[in-house]
């Protein structure tokens, strides 16, 4: 089956810092890969995806590559701000169901 | 345009009560799912469906029932509500385009059971 597996946190930084998240997967199929954000008392928001390997997904400031050699798809940021402080969920999906398979989620706090 | 509704947003519940979650997208989507989330747990699956009248069962489908009349509408049914169902729930509609697919999500039901 398929299953996602992210670093453990929580996760505490100073602003500016630079971030990076792993997630690393395995996956029956050639998957679709996502990080998705909570912010403090919220749904899920998609941050960013990548579809196939090599892609690089990027968004408000973040970036994460498709690694099939590696199935991973780390999350970075060159400089955090306390506005990114939420949990981040990294995901997949296979096949046609659109069913997602996270992660359990990391807990990201930027301290001013 | 709203996306994915959930209602209520919160809820507390005596166990043996029963109660419907409410779940509604307006785009068209195929898939739609239930998910539970739990501190130290991530986002587990309840049940889902593939479209309107199919439904299947999840990681986590005990104590829960659900229906797909419509395209829209992905109701979850709490049979008799137990402590342990106190969580986060969230609803997600979601798209496969070929190569192109993404989940939206509700806001989410922050559910109490004493």
């Known amino acids: 089956g398929n299953s996602v597996t992210q670093m453990e946190g929580p996760v505490t930084l100073s602003e500016e810092a630079f971030l990076t998240i792993n997630c690393t997967y395995t996956a029956t199929g050639y998957p679709s890969l996502f990080w998705y954000v909570q912010y403090p008392g919220e749904g899920l928001q998609l941050l960013l995806k990548a579809t196939k390997a090599d892609d690089k997904g990027s968004n408000k400031g973040f970036e994460a590559t498709y690694r099939k050699e590696t199935t991973s798809f780390h999350l970075e940021k060159g400089s955090v701000q306390v506005s990114d402080s939420a949990v981040y969920f990294c995901a997949l999906i296979t096949g046609a169901n659109s069913k997602l398979t996270f992660g359990k989620g990391i807990t990201l706090s930027v301290r001013p | 345009n709203a996306g994915v509704t959930q209602t209520p947003k919160f809820q507390v519940l005596k166990t043996g009560q029963s109660m419907t979650l409410q779940c509604a997208q307006d785009m068209n989507h195929e898939y739609m799912s239930w998910y539970r989330q739990d501190p130290g747990m991530g986002l587990r699956l309840i049940h889902y469906?593939?479209?309107?009248?199919?439904?299947d069962q999840g990681e986590v489908p005990n104590g829960y029932n659900v229906s797909r009349s419509t395209t829209e509408d992905f109701p979850l049914r709490l049979l008799s509500a137990a402590p342990s169902q106190t969580s986060v729930y969230f609803c997600?509609?979601?798209?496969?385009?070929?190569?192109?697919?993404?989940?939206?999500f509700g806001q989410g039901t922050r559910l109490t059971v004493v």
């Open positions: 997600a509609s979601s798209y496969s385009r070929g190569w192109n697919t993404e989940a939206f």
């Open positions: 469906s593939v479209g309107a009248g199919i439904t």
